[in-house]
């Protein structure tokens, strides 16, 4: 796999989430999947203005 991060920060991200309590964990999960989701709309959106999108803001 092809990363810009050192295996040694890499490291370090990987401890502090296996120190963080679930419930957060869960919380950066969910948020990370509602922007993703949110880009994938706007991309949609600039190559496809006449389209609608439902269940988006």
């Given amino acids: 796999m092809i990363s810009d991060t050192s295996r040694e920060a890499q490291e370090?991200?990987?401890?502090?989430?296996?120190?963080?309590?679930?419930?957060?964990?869960?919380?950066?999960?969910l948020d990370l999947g509602a922007m993703s989701h949110e880009l994938l709309v706007q991309g949609v959106r600039a190559r496809h203005p006449e389209r609608i999108i439902y269940g988006s803001k």
């Fill in 12 to 29: 370090v991200q990987i401890e502090i989430l296996r120190r963080m309590p679930p419930e957060k964990r869960l919380a950066i999960s």
